[in-house]
């Protein structure tokens, strides 16, 4: 009995030979698992990111063209007083006697706005206008403020720590635009905006200077 069934057998586990070689040389060449590579997930939105966020998806769906809260209207050209003197503000910011914040989370390039060069600039990544706070840890007396933005005609705004407002309506686009306070405005805080009138909502800033 045995021997009959050999041959029928004898194929059969060739080929049962056959294969097991073919899948291990299969294996032999198969490359080892990849370990991920993927970074790590980014960290979740911050609540201040989330209204930003908020505000973004608000604008492209109104199509509105934002608008500055309202203040004297001190549109006609001025000049920086005779007397005023530019103050320092990145020495200012390096003492620690000056802090800038502004309305756009995560700008590591904010003092671009404030470097004295004119080439370099921030923008406020599609937030407009773009809010500037300048916080003096001493009450300046501020004589003039002026401001340089590009690519678009724009506005502007200059508000004190006591609420006196003052808006330029029209600047045209790489012109500096000055307010003046010939009197003095006594403040520890500015409050500079800037807004974008062309186009998209990217307010480009190249400089704000404060005389004293
Ligand atoms: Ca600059």
């Known amino acids: 009995m045995r021997s009959r069934l050999r041959p029928l057998l004898q194929p059969f586990v060739t080929t049962l030979l056959i294969v097991s070689t073919t899948l291990g040389c299969e294996y032999e060449y198969r490359d080892d698992p990849v370990a991920s590579t993927r970074p790590d ?31 004297k209207d001190v549109s006609g050209a001025m000049a920086i007083p005779a007397n005023a003197k530019k103050l320092n503000l990145p020495q200012l910011a390096e003492n620690g006697q000056l802090s800038v914040a502004s309305n756009v989370p995560g700008l590591g390039d904010l003092h671009n706005a404030y470097d004295e060069v004119e080439t370099t600039l921030t923008k406020s990544d599609g937030i407009n206008p773009f809010r500037f706070t300048l916080d003096f840890t001493t009450a300046r007396t501020v004589k003039a403020v002026r401001v340089l933005s590009t690519y678009s005609d724009y506005a502007w705004a200059i508000q004190s720590d006591s609420g006196q407002r003052f808006v330029v309506d029209m600047v045209i686009e790489g012109e500096w635009s000055t307010v003046a306070f010939p009197e003095g405005l006594k403040t520890k805080q500015l409050v500079v905006e800037v807004l974008r009138k062309m186009r998209d909502n990217y307010v480009h800033v190249n400089e704000i200077e404060v005389f004293e």
């Not at 609540?47 to 500055?68: C, F, H, N, W, Y």
């Open 41 to 71: 997930q980014p960290p979740p939105p911050t609540q201040e990111e989330i209204k930003v966020q908020e505000q973004r998806k608000l604008a492209a769906a109104s199509g509105d063209r934002p608008t500055l809260k309202t203040g």
